[in-house]
């Protein structure tokens, strides 16, 4: 989420990596943009494992838990 209390999602994705470097991280987006690069791509950026686009299926979303 991007609108928590002490941290957005960007930089929760970043220290939970930093922490947990092994633990899988799923960002998950309507696709809102911030400035110029889109909240996607920032994940990708600061490590997510793997980026989806709302809306998506229960499928692939379901195969993504299965393989992690």
């Known amino acids: 989420?991007?609108?928590?209390p002490k941290v957005d999602g960007?930089?929760?994705i970043a220290i939970m990596k930093r922490k947990r470097p092994k633990m899988k991280i799923y960002?998950?987006?309507g696709g809102g943009v911030l400035q110029k690069e889109s909240y996607l791509e920032l994940a990708d950026i600061v490590g997510a494992?793997?980026?989806l686009v709302k809306p998506f299926s229960l499928r692939k979303i379901a195969r993504l838990v299965k393989n992690s």
């Open 10 to 12: 960007i930089e929760a």
């Open 1 to 4: 989420d991007m609108e928590m």
């Open 27 to 29: 960002a998950i987006s």
């Open 49 to 51: 494992d793997e980026i």
